[in-house]
């Protein structure tokens, strides 16, 4: 069982960054591979971006690719999402999700955390 709490999400103007925790508890975290996705409000989620359960492969939307960064630290049972130059497009409740198999597909991965709101405005 792998419980997760997001945090960082707020009101940031476009072009700027923030970065996104995500904590989680139990001692299989660094088992899992972590991920974040995304939903805006009357879309559908979509993946943001994963990395492996050790740190050594990443995967991003195309999207965000090369504005993101996710990163994990095991000893500390942290993910993490740094995002720069921020865009309205952005603009959404991001989660952080925990699985037993690295994908950028929601359905292999098992644990969710509640959500943390970005809004970027323009």
């Known amino acids: 069982q792998v419980q997760l709490v997001e945090s960082g999400g707020t009101l940031v103007q476009a072009g700027g960054s923030l970065r996104l925790s995500c904590a989680a508890s139990g001692r299989t975290f660094s088992s899992y591979a972590m991920g974040w996705f995304r939903q805006a409000p009357g879309k559908e989620r979509e993946f943001v971006a994963a990395?492996?359960?050790?740190?050594?492969?990443?995967l991003y939307a195309d999207s965000v690719k090369g504005r993101f960064t996710i990163s994990r630290d095991n000893a500390k049972n942290t993910v993490h999402l740094q995002m720069n130059s921020l865009k309205p497009d952005d603009t959404a409740v991001y989660y952080c999700?925990?699985?037993?198999?690295?994908?950028?597909?929601?359905?292999?991965?098992?644990?969710w955390g509640q959500g943390t709101q970005v809004t970027v405005s323009s």
């Open positions: 990395i492996s359960y050790n740190g050594g492969t990443t």
């Open positions: 999700a925990a699985g037993p198999r690295f994908s950028g597909l929601s359905e292999f991965y098992t644990y």
